[in-house]
């Protein structure tokens, strides 16, 4: 339960008590009233709840689609339909959940690919870009160069283990 929900059974907790300790006239109908209105409240939060966690099921399962597959040439539409929201709704929630846009992330997750193979390969720029999903070698530079504070080239000159 959260703080709020926690208070609000506390709530009714006094509620019932204070009917039963006074048994004024009609006491036990209100205790029935008071008992019928907390288990709707239980029941509308735990729908609530559990309607919120599948949003989010979908939500991770397009992460994960789009985490598999970074050089498909995703648009936020494609990801929105894969999760049966609509672009802005679809959006909305993958930011609640991982705190940045989803091509945004797409974005991170092709840079970091392309930082493992500017290291770690003898491809060429042209190539890595190609390879990590990006449509341009001039379109990469810049979010290559906006993401790590340099461009391509430095960055394999100062990572790249000698040969």
């Known amino acids: 339960f959260t703080v709020k929900k926690h208070y609000i059974l506390q709530d009714y907790i006094k509620r019932l008590l204070n009917e039963r300790n006074q048994k004024l006239p009609g006491y036990e109908d209100k205790i029935h009233h008071i ?84 290291k770690y390969s003898n491809m060429t720029i042209t190539d890595i870009a190609e390879e990590t999903g990006f449509s341009s070698i001039h379109y990469f530079s810049r979010k290559f160069k906006q993401a790590t504070g340099m461009s391509p080239t430095e960055y394999t000159k100062k990572y790249r283990p000698e040969s």
């Open 35 to 118: 008992l019928s209105e907390m288990f709707i409240d239980l029941h509308r939060s735990y729908i609530q709840t559990n309607s919120k966690s599948m949003q989010m099921e979908k939500v991770e399962a397009v992460h994960m689609q789009m985490v598999q597959n970074i050089t498909k040439d995703w648009t936020l539409q494609d990801l929105a339909d894969m999760s049966g929201y609509s672009s802005s709704r679809f959006s909305a929630l993958y930011s609640e959940r991982y705190g940045i846009s989803p091509i945004e992330q797409l974005i991170a997750l092709r840079i970091q690919a392309a930082k493992d193979l500017l």
